[in-house]
């Protein structure tokens, strides 16, 4: 856990958050459950506690209390919030570890390796190169690694190979695709060794103590892996673990822990009895100007600052459009992890973008200049509408209609399909079209009939319904102002009203619903 939050840990929150509340509104009676923490363990915590002249515990605090602020900040609607130094979760860890035990699965041995302070593991011969001025380093992340030989307890790890390589090849388990393909490339050419879960307490004492043997501290990748246990109540009475929210759906982590997630996570629910997370999907990193983000080089983006000039929703709406192209992240380095490239600039014309095709667009189409000129035309529903333009081809208003119609399926198909991105896409295309059927009609203008601007004005308002439902997983604030001013109630904010279905038969009634100027948006 580092010691300030920067832009990337801002977008592992928004992504997973996003996922949680689209899940809320396609599936609106099935309780979500959404675990947000801080894993606060670990030599790197120690040496930093030490520096600041602080007891670990109460330096930890200091840090987990601003990333619960970050979350908080970003509205993002985690329903737990679990820390690694609370009891729960000592508590786990601790008959985790005592079931492997009684298993036979953790023994003594003595151990060589090479260890990372920075990433807080052992590396093999294979996995480390010599750089020219590093040293040793990890041929994953490029972090500097040292030659250590200590007595350690050892997880049996390389049993459960075939079993997980059997697991992945049967499905992509992974997302994207080529990191599912990775996970087995690994397995078969690199099979699985013994893993360390143990380090001698002289060397790190901030931790959970092995059971039975305080000379010895639990492996800090062994405990905070288990935070998605200790989060829903592990161990669970009897079978209530499906109730408490596993298996889950869904796990979102950066490529450089993928290994952690796939490999030793899985051996550890396997050995357990308990059936494998949902999926993985994994997510590439931010650089700044081409480099990683780094206190010592000044080019930290600070998460709070940037939603304090743009606004929570614009940063939020910005990393889900950029960093939800999980296929094709673009940026590839030297330790062969894709990059994302943060730009103020970029945010900035994100920023413009969303204002102009969507704040614009609302309060234009409620101007009471167009409201009163609709006004003066007899009421129709958007069947009829529809039915009236259907042989007008270049109609931009029946060209409006069938791109609002068709676009929820689109957006759900990129949703399920886990692209962000595209999802958004879709939005920002019928955005685009709306205000170019706006532009096209001119409902300001005296010379167009009354009928034709209450035409648009009626589908430009169907439209705004919309896109303002399949926003609030990503912009809630916006939307939800967007859906007020509207008159959309609570409970119609949810997928099933967008469905086509739904659209058939709320456009065959006239809506009666009268809709008056709009407050700004952002």
């Not at 900040?73 to 985690?78: C, D, H, I, L, R």
């Not at 060794?193 to 092995?210: A, H, K, N």
């Not at 796990?251 to 629910?269: C, N, T």
Request: hydrophobic letters at 40%.
């Amino acid at each position: 856990m580092p010691v300030n939050p920067h832009i990337g840990h801002l977008y592992s929150l928004v992504i997973a958050d996003v996922f949680a509340r689209y899940r809320r509104v396609i599936e609106p009676t099935r309780p979500v459950k959404f675990l947000a923490g801080t894993d606060e363990h670990g030599l790197k915590i120690q040496k930093a506690a030490q520096a600041k002249g602080l007891p670990p515990s109460e330096f930890c605090d200091m840090l987990s209390s601003r990333f619960k602020k970050l979350a908080e900040k970003a509205q993002v609607s985690n329903t737990v919030f679990m820390r690694t130094t609370l009891p729960e979760h000592h508590n786990t860890v601790e008959s985790v570890w005592n079931a492997l035990m009684e298993k036979g699965l953790i023994y003594t041995a003595t151990y060589s390796g090479w260890y990372s302070i920075t990433d807080e593991c052992f590396y093999t011969e294979a996995q480390i190169v010599e750089d020219p001025t590093k040293g040793m380093i990890s041929r994953e992340t490029g972090s500097a690694v040292e030659q250590h030989t200590e007595v350690n307890y050892m997880f049996r790890l390389s049993a459960f190979n075939g079993s997980l390589l059997a697991h992945y090849q049967s499905g992509e388990h992974v997302f994207p695709p080529q990191q599912n393909a990775f996970t087995v490339q690994a397995l078969e050419q690199k099979p699985l060794e013994d893993l360390s879960v143990s380090r001698p307490s002289s060397r790190l004492s901030w931790g959970i103590p092995v059971p039975g043997d305080p000379e010895q501290t639990i492996y800090v990748w062994f405990d905070a892996l288990l935070v998605y246990l200790s989060g829903i109540g592990y161990p669970w009475d009897g079978d209530k673990g499906l109730s408490a929210g596993w298996p889950v759906d869904l796990q979102i982590i950066g490529k450089d822990i993928l290994r952690f997630h796939a490999h030793y996570l899985p051996a550890i629910l396997q050995a357990l009895d308990l059936p494998l997370q949902g999926r993985l999907l994994t997510h590439a990193h931010w650089t700044v100007d081409q480099q990683k983000m780094s206190k010592s080089v000044g080019n930290v983006a600070d998460p709070f600052e940037a939603m304090e000039e743009f606004g929570v929703d614009v940063v939020r709406f910005y990393l889900s459009r950029v960093g939800g192209r999980f296929r094709d992240d673009t940026g590839k380095t030297i330790n062969h992890f894709f990059r994302l490239h943060w730009s103020r600039a970029q945010l900035d014309k994100h920023d413009r973008e969303i204002q102009s095709q969507l704040g614009n667009l609302l309060m234009r189409i409620t101007s009471p200049k167009i409201g009163n000129r609709a006004s003066e035309a007899p009421a129709q529903s958007l069947a009829s509408i529809h039915a009236e333009l259907t042989d007008k081809h270049d109609s931009p208003i029946l060209v409006l209609l069938d791109a609002t119609k068709s676009m929820p399926q689109k957006m759900r198909a990129a949703m399920d399909g886990l692209e962000l991105g595209e999802a958004l896409d879709q939005v920002m295309e019928l955005l685009r079209v709306t205000n170019k059927s706006i532009n096209d009609v001119a409902p300001w203008s005296k010379n167009t009939a009354v009928a034709e601007v209450y035409a648009c004005r009626i589908a430009s308002l169907e439209a705004l319904r919309i896109a303002g439902i399949a926003l609030q997983p990503f912009m809630p604030g916006v939307a939800g102002r967007l859906l007020d001013a509207l008159c959309v109630p609570p409970d119609e904010r949810i997928w099933a009203v967008v469905e086509e279905t739904a659209l058939v038969e709320r456009w065959a009634v006239v809506s009666e619903v009268e809709i008056q100027k709009a407050e700004r948006l952002f």
